[in-house]
């Protein structure tokens, strides 16, 4: 999709560029992300939060920092996720791709994203992580997802529960805006307070803690994975068992994909 708007960028930039980041951009990168490529799930928030909580708890000051904008006022940032509704746009890809790829589901995050990016505005290229970064690139995305109120980090299960979609989602990317001014209509998008979102199932639900229970004993076991991934799917449905999440539970060969990586439901 192009945008009418949307403009290739000129050589000569300098590092710092003059183009900004306005809601509309958001919302227009929202939008392609959702309708091209299954990415539905997108929740704004400010860098700056994020370094603050690391630096707050002892356990997590030795990650490394997002980077934020020297010249702004706060430091615009996405966490993008998805439910079940990747499935299709990424079998499609599959199907057409020839390449072998390692992990066919990052690349096709990775590409979908840039493409949504370059659709909008060539000129606009946000420091991009992806779960599977180490090192200086490591982010910890289940606290992103939590501290953003995009879902509710279970302590017990350390799963990310949805008020929509439950734990039948998924965390892919982080994009921060830290080389560009920030447009005023921007700052209302932060009204949450970080961390204010709740668990959409009590903490101490009987059937979260008996799955948990049943995986826990299998681990002690050391039971080969083949036994126990199903015991990694009742978790999930046990902490979705709420509506609407629970018409949003992967279908069952996407449940094999993620669990066993199996090729042949890509076909």
Known sequence: MQWSDSREC????????????????????????????????????RAEAYNAFLASDHRYTHLPRLPTASNAAFTPAVLIGNYKAIWEPFKQYCQRTTDQLDNPLDTFVAE?????????????????????????????????????????????????????????????????????????DLVNMFQQEPFSIQSPIPLDDPKVQEALCAFMNAC????????????????????????PAIQHRYTEEQIIYHYLKDRSVLK
């Not at 509309?24 to 704004?44: H, I, M, T, W």
């Not at 939590?146 to 302590?155: I, R, T, V, Y």
């Not at 002690?220 to 509506?243: G, H």
Request: glycine share 2%; aromatic share 12%.
């Open 220 to 243: 002690k076991e050391k039971l080969p994975y083949s036994s126990t991934w199903k015991l990694l799917v009742n978790v999930r449905d046990a902490i979705s068992a709420f509506q």
């Open 10 to 45: 000129p050589h000569n930039l300098t590092k710092f560029s003059m183009t900004s980041i306005t809601r509309k951009y958001l919302e227009r990168l929202e939008a392609v992300l959702v309708a091209q490529y299954g990415l539905d799930l997108f929740q704004v928030f």
């Open 112 to 184: 979908s994203i840039h493409e949504a990016l370059q659709s909008i505005d060539q000129c606009i290229k946000p420091t991009l992580f992806y779960p599977y970064e180490t090192g200086p690139k490591f982010v910890h995305f289940q606290k992103v997802a939590h501290l953003s109120n995009m879902a509710h980090l279970h302590p017990d299960a350390n799963l990310c529960v949805h008020p929509q979609y439950g734990a039948w989602m998924a965390l892919r990317a982080v994009l921060v805006f830290d080389k560009y001014p920030v447009s005023n």
